[in-house]
């Protein structure tokens, strides 16, 4: 079960999903218009990578290998 992850919001067991906050288009209209808001907004969005479950976007994935994963499991 390597790299599996546990959501503690909804109990979903799986692969995380990476986002990135913001909006593609507003970087590129911000880059193709402005230089330094392009610069400043890029680095934003870069800062807000963030792995979260697929199945409700919660930000709280876990390791099953962990005690608070297993707790969870057994509890359940």
Not at 25 to 51: D, M, N
Not at 58 to 75: E, H, W, Y
């Amino acid at each position: 079960m390597a790299g599996q992850m546990l959501c503690t919001n909804c109990g979903y067991q799986g692969q995380p999903e990476r986002i990135i906050k913001g909006s593609v288009l507003v970087e590129i209209f911000l880059w193709l218009l402005f230089l330094l808001p392009g610069i400043i907004y890029s680095i934003w969005r870069c800062s807000t990578k963030a792995k979260v479950c697929p199945n409700c976007m919660a930000p709280n994935m876990i390791p099953l290998d962990s005690p608070v994963a297993q707790k969870f499991l057994t509890n359940k």
